[in-house]
Nanobody, 119 residues
């Protein structure tokens, strides 16, 4: 069962930008913490960015200064603005919603959206 829906992925040239969206129900977004992950072929899932309902954020070192996570609680949507994209950003991007205290990786997941950065 798909509980969150990611969109906005696609093919972009290096240095370009994309904005990903993660939409869910009101009850799912009430879980408080929404996290973007990515997984490239042959690699483990990697945390990219996270935000809480109060607006606090965390970023992986590899994306700091390039990616921005934000949320619109009225729309039950979290965004990931990705600028200055690099080929190594190529991956399937997933969003996850969980409550504080739940182990990382638990909670609700989306189906993923493909981001490909290539010339």
């Amino acid at each position: 069962q798909v509980q969150l829906v990611e969109s906005g992925g696609g093919l972009v040239q290096p240095g370009g930008s994309l904005r990903l969206s993660c939409a869910g129900s009101e009850i799912i977004f009430s879980f408080n913490t929404v996290t973007w992950y990515r997984q490239a072929p042959g690699k483990q899932r990697e945390l990219v960015a996270a935000t809480t309902i109060g607006g606090s954020t965390n970023y992986a070192d590899s994306v700091k200064g390039r990616f921005t996570i934000s949320r619109d609680n009225a729309k039950n949507t979290v965004y990931l603005q990705m600028n200055s994209l690099k080929p190594e950003d190529t991956a399937v991007y997933y969003c996850n919603a969980r409550r504080p205290g739940w182990p990382e990786g638990t909670g609700s997941w989306g189906q993923g959206t493909q981001v490909t950065v290539s010339s």
